[in-house]
């Protein structure tokens, strides 16, 4: 799912497609209602709290993925801006990757890397990132004893793939533009 700067209407719009599916199929089959309960999240979404650079901040991220990446408002954009080319996954990875070795707990690291695996390392992952078959055995094969370097290699290439290919095409963009005015 996109988060980015217009988390929350996508957030809701999928939970109101959600309430809408699961109603039209109890519509259907009044005789097993029970299995159909809509699901409401305990704790409501809330939105990053970013505080928008100034246009000097922002035009150092043209020639730093880093800077842009360690700004939660740059990140928030820069999410938003891959969920419109629909190529948010190897942002949505680097993020995790972050995540993951800030991790303490063995077990904690070893679910949060057997999620990271199954959603963007796998084969046919629903958000497969574009690695090479290289860095793709050394990432399993450090996920055998996982450790929070695990994903390392794998990070320093989706990081070097956004950098030649995405930042590009960011600062190109009407998202980035509107941010320097």
């Known amino acids: 799912m996109c988060k980015g700067l217009a988390a929350l209407p996508h957030t809701c719009l999928e939970r109101a497609k959600e309430i809408k599916t699961k109603l039209g199929t109890l519509l259907q089959k009044p005789d097993s209602a029970i299995d159909f309960i ?3 999240p305990e704790k409501p979404e809330k939105p990053a709290k970013a505080v928008k650079p100034s246009p000097e901040e922002v035009l150092q991220w043209r020639d730093s993925l880093e800077k842009l990446l360690q700004n939660p408002y740059g990140l928030a954009s820069f999410r938003s801006f891959l969920c419109s080319e629909f190529s948010e996954e190897n942002v949505e990875f680097w993020v995790a990757c972050e995540d993951y070795k800030k991790t303490k707990s063995p077990m904690k690291m070893e679910e949060k890397a057997k999620r990271i695996y199954e959603e963007f390392i796998q084969t046919e992952a ?10 793709k055995a050394v990432t399993m094969k450090n996920l055998v004893e996982p450790s929070p370097s695990s994903f390392d290699m794998a990070q320093k290439r989706i990081f070097a793939l956004m950098e030649k ?3 590009p ?5 009407e998202f980035y533009q509107e941010l320097i005015k």
């Open 169 to 173: 095409r960011f600062v190109r963009s």
């Open 126 to 135: 629903p958000k497969e990132v574009n690695i090479d078959h290289f860095t």
């Open 38 to 40: 809509i699901p409401y």
């Open 165 to 167: 290919d995405s930042l």
